[in-house]
Nanobody, 130 residues
Framework: QVHLVESGGGLVQAGGSLRLSCVASGVRFRNLGIGWFRQAPGQEREFVAAINLRGEKTAYSESAEGRFTISRIDALNTVYLQMNSLKPEDTAVYYC???????????????????????WGQGTQVTVSV
């Protein structure tokens, strides 16, 4: 059974940084594309960043571009989301998701779509104060 576990969330002041981690188990990690999504209260889940298998492609939302960096270390079954220059509007629950069955063929545009992901973690809360 595949499990994705997020960690690293917390409370930070505006302008600060956090690094989120997503650890996978029960699957050959190097075959997974990983995406990060977030959901704020009363809002729909939205795409943040994604990285394909082997880290050859990355994709970012407009709001994340230039502030967030996604990376992976396959030996640790882990994907990281480094978030810098955080803003109050980044406050949300952050979820990582795994794309297994279509991962090799995904375009960067494909990687932004939540429906293509097969596995989801439980989320980690990020709160950015003014």
């Amino acid at each position: 059974q595949v499990h994705l576990v997020e960690s690293g969330g917390g409370l930070v002041q505006a302008g600060g940084s956090l690094r989120l981690s997503c650890v996978a188990s029960g699957v050959r990690f190097r075959n997974l594309g990983i995406g990060w999504f977030r959901q704020a209260p009363g809002q729909e889940r939205e795409f943040v960043a994604a990285i394909n298998l082997r880290g050859e492609k990355t994709a970012y939302s407009e709001s994340a571009e230039g502030r967030f960096t996604i990376s992976r270390i396959d030996a640790l079954n882990t994907v990281y989301l480094q978030m810098n220059s955080l803003k109050p509007e980044d406050t949300a629950v952050y979820y990582c998701a795994g794309d297994q069955w279509g991962a090799p063929s995904r375009t960067t545009q494909d990687m932004k779509g939540p429906v293509l992901y097969d596995y989801w973690g439980q989320g980690t809360q990020v709160t950015v104060s003014v």
